[in-house]
């Protein structure tokens, strides 16, 4: 499977132990998005590609990654669209098939909404860390050897359609998830095959880490 790391300027939450064995256990391509480079300078790994507007990147740590073959697009402060989205516009042309985003939460309040709202218009994306994972539901999902894990889902929609939960401390069965609901917060996976199924809408999964997760 082709994987995509992409690096954000949020909060690195975990220990660096944690993202140094996700990295060479789930081998993948390393994108850096403007200030995720301090992110990837703590770890002492250069990526791939970096990319934004650079006025939170040291220019001397963009020299040194340039000469061990980072290739750096550069944009004006100004523009229509934030450093994160246009790495996923040039994502969409290419054939990665995780989008695998570390440090894309805390920080701004906007630059946090924004960023999970893009889960909308780019559905591979799913937000990692120590603690979560965050990802955009298709409508059947199964969680396998899970048990324990706390789990919250988030109507992204108007409605989520006939959500049915089925292996967890709370089921539900086809039932009509509003926007702004909290009904689907705080659930836990009590099975070792847990599923998700829904008929129509953008369901948000919140799931709790206590280890590194496998989609």
């Known amino acids: 499977m082709k994987r995509a790391y992409l690096f954000l300027n949020g909060e690195l939450r975990g220990s660096q132990n944690f993202y140094q064995n996700l990295l060479q256990e789930k081998q993948g391509d390393i994108f850096c998005v403007d200030g995720g480079s301090r992110h990837l300078q703590s770890l002492g790994i250069t990526p791939k590609e970096l990319w934004g507007d650079l006025d939170s990147t040291s220019p001397i740590l963009r020299v040194e990654w340039e000469k061990q073959g980072c290739q750096v697009f550069q944009f004006p402060i100004e523009k229509d669209f934030t450093d994160f989205e246009l790495l996923l516009q040039s994502l969409e042309q290419r ?6 985003v570390i440090g894309g939460l805390g920080g701004d309040t906007d630059h946090l909404l924004s960023n999970l709202y893009l889960c909308i218009q780019y559905p591979k994306i799913q937000f990692l860390s120590e603690e979560e994972s965050i990802f955009l539901s298709p409508s059947h999902y199964l969680f396998q050897n899970l048990q324990g894990h706390k789990v919250s889902f988030i109507p992204f929609s108007n409605s989520i359609l006939s959500l049915s939960l089925k292996g967890f401390q709370y089921n539900l069965s086809s039932y009509h998830l509003q926007q702004g609901e909290t009904l689907c917060h705080g ?11 829904f008929e129509n809408g953008l369901l948000l999964v919140v799931l709790k880490n206590k ?3 496998s989609k």
């Open 95 to 100: 054939s990665y098939e995780e989008w695998i």
């Open 187 to 197: 659930n836990t996976i009590v099975k070792e095959k847990a599923e998700i199924t």
């Open 211 to 213: 280890k590194l997760i």
